[in-house]
């Protein structure tokens, strides 16, 4: 058996000794190549976390400025609202001030002048909000 095992060495040519070197030179280029593996797969996975994590602070920032501009739009077609009702209030204003001046003037009947006057109230009764009407 021991002649065996010594014929075996001999044709082989390697020794327990030689064996273990060539193991032991074998294993540190394995295991760096093992660790630049992991290393290159943890890094992907950072990348595309921080990718996800730039995609949603991208989309938060989209559907902030939405919003914003919306609510800019919604404020300027208010206001424009209110510029046309205090434009018409004012118009209104005129008007009857201009109808109570040219009828005191003139011989018109109380009932015409009191028919006109309800008929321009009513008009701009239901053109303004209830705030000016109760200015009205």
């Known amino acids: 058996m ?4 010594r014929a075996f060495r001999r044709i082989s040519g390697l020794r327990l000794a030689d064996l273990l070197k060539f ?3 074998l294993l540190l280029p394995l295991s760096f190549g093992v ?3 992991i290393i290159t797969f943890q890094q ?8 996800d994590e730039d995609r949603n602070a991208s989309q938060l920032q989209r559907d902030e400025d939405r919003n914003a501009s919306q609510l800019q739009r919604q404020q300027e ?3 424009d609202e209110q510029r046309y009702r205090n434009k018409i209030f004012d118009v209104y204003i005129k008007e009857m001030g201009q109808l109570l001046k040219e009828n005191h003037r003139a011989m018109i009947s109380k009932e015409f ?5 309800r008929v321009n109230t009513l008009n701009i009764f239901r053109q303004l909000d209830g705030q000016r ?3 009205i």
Not at 44 to 51: D, F, I, N
Not at 113 to 117: C, F, G, K
């Open 2 to 5: 021991d002649r065996s095992i």
């Open 23 to 25: 193991i032991s030179s």
């Open 35 to 37: 660790f630049t593996i």
């Open 44 to 51: 992907q996975s950072a990348a595309k976390q921080q990718r």
């Open 77 to 79: 077609r208010d206001l």
């Open 113 to 117: 002048m009191a028919t006109l006057s």
């Open 133 to 135: 009407n109760i200015r």
